[in-house]
């Protein structure tokens, strides 16, 4: 019997996340038994102060992969979305399961559209992306950072005290959290907000040369969902791979056939580049490429960090 130990951090929805690829891989084998070891990440301990400004994704990654190194576990699961474009030394994305829901969703007790939240409202979030687009369709509003888990957040906003009038979510999050419940959750067209690219999905990283422990994470992949984000993350990488500005990007697998959408825009909203393009699903890596560079060459190299 081969034991499995895999790495989460410690969020509800971390665990959610690990638990969830634990039973996909007990399903599948009957020769294993699979622990779960939980980590703290810089991402995690600092709940104070904005992502961009702490050091972005990795702060909620590098503590898993330093633990996959040293063989303290066997694998890590993370939100893809999370995760760096380029693979960390000596590591490997090795299976993408099937994604959850894209969407991004406005949570609001006073509103079920972005268009309809009251004159100068105030909406919480610490992403870029989401504040770009919302700032897009509405520059009246007031974004204030928002920190801590999902149910942390669905608590700020009920506190009259911190006056938010909604916040946004990922849909994914909500799903995995089995909170369906919440009737006041209401997911935003991707012409409104467009996800994060890798949204929904999910990272089984594991170290590139162990094969004795990859073979059992293999039969996870799916292999639609893996195009998708491939494209994704190469337009993610095509404009230098960060989280400094605000980027969004969908890719979905129709038949063989792959499209993406891609967005890059001002931290404020007022500038916009939107582009889109279809391609064979062989070819997901090159269309990300090929709409990234579309987008510099339409005004995003402007909107780049110098």
């Not at 690829?21 to 084998?29: A, F, T």
């Not at 576990?73 to 829901?101: F, G, N, Q, Y």
């Not at 990922?170 to 907000?193: E, F, K, M, T, Y």
């Not at 969908?250 to 038949?255: E, F, S």
Request: proline share 7%.
């Amino acid at each position: 019997m081969r034991t499995l130990i895999i790495g989460s951090r410690r969020s509800l929805l971390a665990r959610a996340q690990t638990n969830l690829v634990r039973q996909m891989l007990l399903d599948i084998w009957d020769d294993l038994t699979v622990e779960i070891e939980l980590i703290d990440t810089q991402g995690d301990l600092n709940r104070r102060d904005p992502l961009p400004a702490i050091g972005g994704k990795g702060l909620f990654t590098a503590e898993l992969e330093g633990a996959l190194r040293s063989r303290r576990i066997d694998l890590a699961v993370h939100s893809l979305k999370d995760l760096p474009v380029e693979d960390s030394p000596e590591l490997t994305v090795v299976a993408v399961p099937r994604r959850a829901p894209t969407e991004d969703v406005l949570v609001s007790r006073k509103a079920a559209r972005l268009e309809d939240l009251p004159q100068g409202g105030v909406v919480g979030t610490s992403s870029l992306r989401r504040a770009a687009q919302m700032l897009a369709v509405r520059p009246d509003l007031q974004i204030k950072d928002i920190r801590g888990n999902v149910e942390t957040r669905l608590r700020k906003l009920d506190d009259p005290e911190l006056g938010y009038d909604a916040i946004l979510l990922a849909q994914a999050g909500l799903s995995r959290l089995n909170r369906a419940d919440i009737d006041h959750a209401h997911p935003l067209p991707r012409s409104v907000v467009l996800p994060a690219p890798g949204q929904g999905a999910l990272a089984v990283q594991g170290r590139a040369v162990d094969p004795e422990t990859n073979q059992y994470l293999q039969p996870l992949e799916h292999g639609p969902t893996r195009a998708e984000v491939t494209a994704e993350r190469s337009f993610l990488a095509g404009l230098g791979g960060g989280c400094a500005i605000p980027v969004g990007a969908l890719g979905t697998v129709t038949g063989k056939q792959l499209s993406l959408e891609g967005l890059v825009a001002s931290p404020d909203g007022r500038q916009v580049v939107r582009v889109a393009g279809s391609a064979p699903i062989p070819e997901a890596e090159r269309l990300g490429r090929q709409l990234a560079a579309e987008a510099l060459a339409r005004g995003a190299a402007r909107l780049l960090p110098s």
